[in-house]
């Protein structure tokens, strides 16, 4: 138990640092700069920033939200990420730890850390999406590359392929039907119903939760998306961060989830 929650605590701590360099790929990415060079700087006054202000949540808590030398305001996004992010491999690696502690190996850590990336790509496009109502491409695929890699080193970890094989197929039926679905509603309508970022996003869902988790994603997704369309009325509503909320909602509570409809369904 108690090493359980220095584990956790651990986990936390990188989860920060990570969301820490997701706010610099969120800021850079939808922009075409690069997002190794050149190091972290104010993108108002353009002052390099030492270590000490780049401490997640910390520095801005202590710099009370204004850059060091500009004394500009600096986006409550920052330090919001980077808890997010922290509590997002907090609760996936509560989740996949009963795993983990029976087969500690290269595995099982590879297992944990590229579905952590795969959430944390997630939570970059949402980011991106609330922003600009598209996402880039990069990160989209990087998403769809980790989860995929991650269903490969499940498999390894339990020894058995076929869970990668799964993944793929899942994947491509989910991408493949949402974008055929997109297409006939396109015909039918005359209008584009959804882009291109919305069938890669579906096909990361699908590996990450394969059927039904995919569908009950979906639905979560359309449910937590109802209040803000109705209160946006004519503005647009990026749904990214709601099929995100949702694909974590499943997998974290898949079990229990799943359990519940059969029963409600069935009796
Ligand atoms: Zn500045």
């Not at 409550?76 to 922290?86: A, K």
């Not at 609330?130 to 080193?153: C, G, H, K, R």
């Not at 392929?161 to 899942?170: P, S």
Request: aromatic share 12%; net charge negative.
């Amino acid at each position: 138990m108690a090493e359980t929650l220095i584990w956790t605590l651990g986990v936390f701590l990188l989860g920060l640092m990570v969301g820490s360099f997701l706010n610099v790929v969120i800021h850079r990415t939808p922009r075409g700069e690069n997002i190794a060079w050149p190091g972290s700087h104010c993108p108002k006054c353009g002052e390099n920033l030492r270590w000490y202000h780049n401490v997640p949540l910390l520095s801005w808590l202590a710099l009370r939200g204004r850059c060091a030398f500009c004394r500009e305001p600096i986006s409550f996004r920052y330090p919001l990420v980077e808890l997010l992010n922290g509590l997002l491999w907090a609760a996936l690696y509560l989740k996949l730890a009963p795993q983990l502690q029976n087969h500690i190996d290269v595995a099982g850590i590879l297992y944990f850390l590229l579905i952590a990336a795969t959430f944390s790509a997630l939570l970059a496009l949402s980011m991106i999406d609330f922003e600009f109502f598209a996402v880039p491409d990069s990160i989209n695929l990087f998403a769809l590359l980790t989860a995929l890699l991650a269903a490969v080193s499940h498999a390894w970890q339990v020894g058995d392929w076929n869970l990668a094989l799964h993944a793929l197929r899942d994947a491509v039926i989910a991408a493949g039907g949402l974008w055929l679905l997109a297409w006939l509603i396109g015909k039918a309508t005359g209008k584009e119903a959804m882009g291109g970022a919305d069938v890669i996003v579906a096909g990361t869902m699908a590996a990450l939760l394969g059927f039904p988790g995919f569908f009950l994603a979906l639905f979560a997704a359309a449910i937590l998306a109802i209040v803000p369309s109705l209160l946006a009325k004519d503005t647009m509503v990026p749904f990214v961060p709601f099929l995100s909320l949702g694909t974590l909602i499943v997998f974290l509570f898949d079990h229990p989830l799943i359990d519940w409809l059969e029963q409600y369904l069935y009796g």
